[in-house]
């Protein structure tokens, strides 16, 4: 790092998130004077060059890469047309202890004068849950599942490189071109599609004011700097004169291209996962090439402008989230995430050394955000994905690693092309998608216990005393294993049905009343369909629901299929009487539940079976259902945090696990049930069907000396090249430290899979007498970061 | 694989000196259920355990250590992790215990998995009737030779078998085998002294089949699980060595001009 990205990086991780108001107050104002004077997606256009007209401009000192959505870094706006906060809500989240928002008391004041009682009847929430019928409400009360767009808009997107080879000039004349060519004799739409591309015509002129304003204010600036800065200012200027109005010409020019967009369409609405640059490697690399060449950009230089780039990224933490939408993504991540390696177009290995030069910020700069992940291909070099093998060892959590082939096979099922599939990649946590082509939704996560819950109670949730799902038989009168799975594949239907026409519902109350004119500007192919990108206008749209629990779920049927059905040693009816009553004097069979009978994550067909039976069943129940806009709905096994609040609202599980503990995350076994070494679980995952998937999640942990040395990182490498090979979609690593061992010689129970090495010998941690658990705690936090 | 000739004071694998099964108890796991009678065990010892207790055992604290199991059905467990071999252009390693001690399942298990194009590796102490260790050998891509104390009054001393046969035997393999690894473990007090790493390193050297030695440094991973069983760790209080006296005793053998590294790691 130089001493400037250094103290970038300072101020931005000293800075604390806060809420502004002032996207609030000018959205506000513009809605009382316009709202009826314009179609929405002018209306739209509109508001959104009133926001970069008027919001003020932060340029921090030392930056060469300019913008920021509020006011300074890291201070939040909120986006009251969607979700209007209430006073408490702004209250609480001024004063909760995690994830916490400060909020001026000026805010507050503001808010009360004049946002809420402007919104409070009009916000996207409001209209949603005034139409949602009550059996949504109810089964999202009930925790069945959650929904993506209360508070946040469709977003999940990620740009593509056209992005680099035209300016919004150009984008501008191509939707000239499209209004020339509306038919309005025949075309019933015509008038619709002409409003739509107005709207993309205004928020490209807004794109380009906003890094005009920042050319002004850098010149300005410049007459008042140091001499060195005054070149850097002017220099700035100079970048934010070219772009966004025009195509990069250099490298300098590309990121900060990309960053304007950035900041428009995480501005124009609140999207969640906000935006991703995708191949950044890729993308960037005709410029790096060329200037490397030429000697105007030494590698060196190019590093410190990636630095300023990635601080961006941090400078800007999620939207304020509230009530559920917190508990299910607990963070204020906003899951900006960069791809690296993967292939090109033409199928060939996309590697290049900014590959690499990637990967030593990311080890440099450790920042929460952006996140990054490997696109590990059949073709990507092994010491490529052992460099990254060697960042992930230090215990960030990433890169994470998807497989590349998978993905791209995963897209063609889909019915994408070969071409724009291999563009594609990941973004977010784990979602597939075809970059700057498509839009894919996460709609919401869904909970596969509670679904397991209500086929034993006929429906009834027992925590919320409401009838949630389909009025399945009463348990004392399944014969066999196959009359209680018939009654969870029953319900799981039933309650898909309830989340799809929901889903649709909200598709279509922001495909009317919530164009996202930006994003379709850089959308293929919103202009030449004259459709904004919440409306179908991309060239794919897929809509996703997000299974949770398949580990939980699946020993859970293990347990019933071999303790009730099997061995007949309980009757149904007598099981659930314990289950309802947590196990109350029970102990001795929870332990048994949990250490004697079969768990998903051991390669072990008995448990794997009920594992891929739930997984066709779920697949059959939500792929290809058609969604509003064209494309269809898909199945993801992503978790975020949300494992722990589904875990919350459940009873006690089959499986053994207590009421309101955590579920099983993502397609890791349920919490230290797996005890046969790491690739026993890879095995258990890879029986799952996953290139039928959106993408799922595979979190592993290890201990950094199991990692140790060039053979640690061998075996890793041979280990993510194996379940690849298995049709594996994504894993990622935590690398433990000190803590973690803490707390696993505190809760043994729940990290009986914790492995560690010993001197050329591993064993499970929790196995290990107290005094060498010390040892290897010392040893940890020796080698700890 | 369970049984051995040997029983050395630093055996980290205890569980495995006995032919037969044997059953294994993990104190922090137990919930004290009564399920199995462990009270009743301890006090007059008038009942023993069986599979049943095993069985009912709900939190896995009482555990089994053997498994009876035909090659056949060994190899295709083994052969579900195929997949890790390929990549990692790994195998299967036959340890212990000393699995000399069973030969026609050893052999006719190396024959399958060598059929299935597995790399193999024999692991041993090289206390067996040379017929065995040839056979064995001879099947496996890899042997793993372990070479504790040179002294004959000392060996028998800390393994309470003399290393005749042991140095015997492997002068005859390093004629016979490209693929030997030698594996010194370095127990402080025990083999450690330059005395004898300076006669192994000489013993070593004279034998032209051998180039690769690898030192395992001492460690306490055995200790609870002597008492897992009921015995007592002959070494309780020993200090695992340090990394420098380790490099200080790899310098004794590379003055030999042997390959050597500690820990298994390059």
Known sequence: MSERTERLRQESLAAKPSITGERAEIITRFYQQNHDKYSIPVLRGMSFCAIVEQKELWLGERELIVGERGPRPKAVPTFPELTCHSVEDLRILDSRPLTQYKVDPLVIELYQREIIPYWKNRSMRYRMFAELPQEWINAYEAGCFTEFMEQRAPGHTVADGKLYRKGMLDFKADIAHAIAALDFERDPEALDKREELRGMALSCDAVMRWAQRYAELAESESKIASPARRQELLKIAEVCRRVPAHAPRNFHEALQYYWFCHLSVITELNGWDAFSPGHLDQHLWPFYEKELADGSLPREQARELLECFFIKFNNHTAPAKQGVTAAESGTQTDFANINLAGLLRDGSDGCNDLTHLLLEIIDEMHLLQPSSNMQVSRKTPDNVLKHALRVIRKGYGFPSLFNADAVVEEQLRQGKTLEDAREGGCSGCVEVGAFGKEAYILTGYFNLVKMLELSLHRGLDLRTRTQIGANTPDPAAFTSYDDLFAAFETQVRHVVDIKIRGNQLIERLYATRMPHTFLSVITDDCIARGKDYNAGGARYNNTFIQAVGIGSVSDSLSALKEIVFDKKELTLPTFIQILDSDFEGKEILRQRLVNKTHKYGNDDDFADEQMTRTFRMLFEAIDGRPNTKGGAYRLEMLPTTCHVYFGEVCLASPDGRHKGLPLSEGISPVQGVDRLGPTAVLKSAAKMDQVKTGGTLLNMKFSPSLLEGEAGIENLHSLVRSYFKLDGHHMQFNVVNAAKLREAQAKPEQNRDLIVRVAGYSDYFCDLSPALQEEIIQRTEQSSF | ?266
């Open chain 2, 1 to 266: 694989m369970k049984g051995c000739p040997l029983s050395c004071l630093w055996c980290h694998n205890p569980e495995s000196r006995m032919s037969h099964a044997e059953f294994v108890r993990m104190e922090n796991r137990c919930m004290a259920c009564g399920l199995c009678n462990q009270e009743e065990l301890a006090g007059r010892g008038t009942r023993v355990l069986s599979d049943k207790d095993v069985e009912s055992c709900p939190t896995g604290a009482l555990q089994k250590a053997g498994l009876e199991i035909e090659p056949a059905a060994l190899v295709k467990l083994l052969l579900r992790d195929r997949v890790f071999f390929d990549e990692s252009g790994g195998g299967v390693t036959f340890s212990g215990g000393e699995p000399l001690l069973q030969m026609s399942f050893l052999t006719e298990t190396l024959d399958l998995l060598r059929a299935e194009g597995v790399h193999t590796a024999l692991d041993t102490c090289g206390y067996a009737p040379w017929r065995d260790l040839q056979k064995a050998a001879q099947r496996s891509s890899l042997v793993l030779y372990d070479l504790k104390l040179m002294d004959g009054v000392r060996h028998q001393a800390a393994t309470g078998q003399s290393n005749r046969i042991i140095l015997d035997n492997l002068k005859a393999l390093s004629e016979i085998h490209a693929g030997i690894w030698i594996r010194v473990p370095v127990i402080p007090g025990i083999n450690d002294d330059d005395g004898n790493m300076g006669a192994a390193a000489r013993f070593l050297s004279s034998l032209a089949g051998i180039r690769q030695v690898v030192l395992l440094p001492y460690h306490h991973i055995g200790e609870p699980k002597f008492a897992r069983m009921g015995k007592t760790y002959a070494l309780a209080g020993l200090q695992a060595p340090t990394l420098q006296r380790l490099e200080s005793r790899a310098a004794i053998f590379r003055a030999r001009g042997l390959v050597t590294t500690i820990g298994g790691r390059p």
